[in-house]
């Protein structure tokens, strides 16, 4: 019973691979790394997308954003593969960082790309459109206790607090500004919460608006850093402390919250003599962090005062006389190349390079692959029963034993790999053969040429 089993479902693998092989050209896969997560925690996405073949072109995944969370690249898309059984299929690969800034269901969404890919036995890539799988993952609130609105999540956070004069040498009326350079852990900048300062009783305090930035290796490490410059306006004299910068953050790792802060410093104010500049320099500080209101001001000229009125209509006129020029020559470029690559001649040349660069690779797969499809070009050939055909063409077996050689180390021994020796034993042989069956080709299409010249001259 137990054989009948396995039997049964080593016979079931084979049909679907099999199945895979000849009917599923392209597939698609989506991957997330987490279940659930917490807001501002981040999740990583992986599309993939396989072929039984290979890719012509690069693929372009696009840029975009989620509605309820930011979102970045990892890089750009790699290269990988996939085996299912025996066979190998070639993949590209792309991973996006998601960070959710709200609760509930978070989907990340099924994608349209286009992809140019050859079919089986073929060597043209063909265009074709595929879909990627949506994925929908859970997205939790802070824990009981944490503040929403100063809840951040990271691996890591460092306060760099720096000011731009010493404070033990300080008057009224001077004006102090402090840098506080935030940088976060596996986060973005926008995701660390802005800070709000206390009014003080020595001095007025104007923040500015804080300046986002990120990193990214590309390696699977992203941080956020977040630089936010305060003015401070001394008004009284005395000795003061500045309170230090505290910043609290989640570690989803450890699953426990940290503080971490600057430290606290003392400033010494000194009395001023000339004090004159206090107020004006009060109200230029407080204009810098009001919304500025519309003014009523002159209108300044623009180019559009030193051109014609009629700028547009001459604009499109020079336009379409340009389309007209340039339309016809590009017409006839790809016409011409159109003509050229449906030649036989090119067909075989182009399959020709790709089965040399598979020999010189060691690849013993794509090398039988090119081959096939390099048979497939040549005249009086056939990939059915090419070592007939090519026994007609150059009246030796040398390049079949060569191929059957490697067939036997692939399919026999497992190997994949072509030993150098072999390897230039077979590229020997394919350009020796290669100029006998393009030199008979010459000689056939002259014999035809001369019997219709022939026939011309005497029906």
């Given amino acids: 019973m137990v054989k009948r089993i396995i039997l049964s479902t080593f016979c079931l693998f084979w049909v679907m691979t099999t199945f895979a092989q000849k009917r599923a050209n392209i597939f698609t896969t989506t991957t997330i790394n987490k279940k659930e997560v917490m807001v501002g925690e981040p999740f990583k996405v992986k599309l993939s997308i396989y072929t039984t073949t290979w890719f012509t072109q690069g693929l372009n995944f696009e840029d975009f954003q989620l509605p309820n969370a930011l979102m970045i690249k990892d890089g750009r898309a790699i290269p990988n593969s996939l085996t299912i059984g025996k066979y190998l299929y070639s993949g590209v690969e792309q991973t996006y960082w998601v960070f959710p800034f709200s609760a509930g269901e978070n989907t990340f969404p099924s994608l349209t790309l286009e992809v140019q890919t050859p079919d089986p036995g073929d060597y043209k890539g063909k265009k074709r459109i595929v879909h990627t799988k949506e994925k929908t993952i859970?997205?939790?609130?802070?824990?009981?206790?944490?503040?929403?609105?100063?809840?951040?999540?990271?691996?890591?956070?460092?306060?760099?607090?720096?000011?731009?004069?010493?404070?033990?040498?300080?008057?009224?009326?001077?004006?102090?500004?402090?840098?506080?350079?935030?940088?976060?852990?596996?986060?973005?900048?926008?995701?660390?919460?802005?800070?709000?300062?206390?009014?003080?009783?020595?001095?007025?305090?104007?923040?500015?608006?804080?300046?986002?930035?990120?990193?990214?290796?590309?390696?699977?490490?992203?941080?956020?850093?977040?630089?936010?410059?305060?003015?401070?306006?001394?008004?009284?004299?005395?000795?003061?402390?500045?309170?230090?910068v505290t910043v609290r953050y989640y570690n989803p790792r450890t699953k426990k919250s940290k503080d971490v802060s600057s430290k606290d410093l003392q400033i010494v104010v000194e009395e001023n003599p000339n004090l004159s500049m206090l107020?004006?320099?009060?109200?230029?500080?407080?204009?810098?962090?009001?919304?500025?209101?519309?003014?009523?001001?002159?209108?300044?000229?623009?180019?559009?005062?030193?051109?014609?009125?009629?700028?547009?209509?001459?604009?499109?006129?020079?336009?379409v006389l340009w389309l007209f020029y340039k339309i016809k020559p590009i017409t006839r470029i790809r016409k011409r190349i159109e003509d050229i690559r449906s030649t036989s001649t090119y067909k075989e040349k182009y399959a020709y390079g790709q089965l040399r660069s598979a020999i010189k690779s060691g690849h013993i797969e794509k090398s039988i692959q090119h081959f096939y499809q390099w048979i497939n070009t040549l005249p009086n050939q056939s990939v059915s029963n090419y070592k007939e055909t090519l026994h007609q063409a150059v009246l030796n077996d040398h390049l079949s034993d060569l191929i059957a050689e490697i067939s036997e180390i692939k399919y026999s021994q497992g190997g994949t790999v072509i030993p150098k020796k072999l390897q230039k034993a077979l590229l020997h042989q394919l350009n020796w053969d290669r100029k006998i069956i393009l030199q008979e080709k010459k000689k056939e299409n002259l014999y035809q040429r001369k019997t219709k010249i022939l026939k011309d001259l005497n029906p």
Avoid: C
Wanted: hydrophobic share 35%; aromatic share 8%.
């Fill in 138 to 244: 859970k997205v939790v609130p802070p824990p009981l206790g944490e503040d929403p609105k100063s809840w951040l999540v990271a691996s890591s956070v460092r306060i760099k607090d720096t000011w731009n004069k010493n404070l033990s040498e300080v008057k009224v009326g001077d004006v102090l500004k402090r840098t506080i350079t935030i940088t976060a852990g596996n986060t973005l900048g926008p995701m660390i919460p802005v800070r709000e300062f206390d009014s003080l009783d020595w001095a007025g305090i104007y923040p500015e608006h804080p300046i986002n930035s990120n990193y990214n290796n590309n390696e699977g490490y992203i941080s956020g850093t977040q630089k936010q410059v305060v003015t401070y306006l001394v008004q009284e004299a005395g000795t003061f402390e500045v309170p230090g």
């Fill in 279 to 319: 107020a004006s320099l009060q109200d230029s500080l407080n204009k810098l962090n009001q919304v500025p209101e519309e003014e009523t001001k002159t209108p300044q000229k623009t180019w559009k005062d030193y051109v014609p009125e009629q700028w547009k209509a001459i604009l499109i006129g020079l336009i």
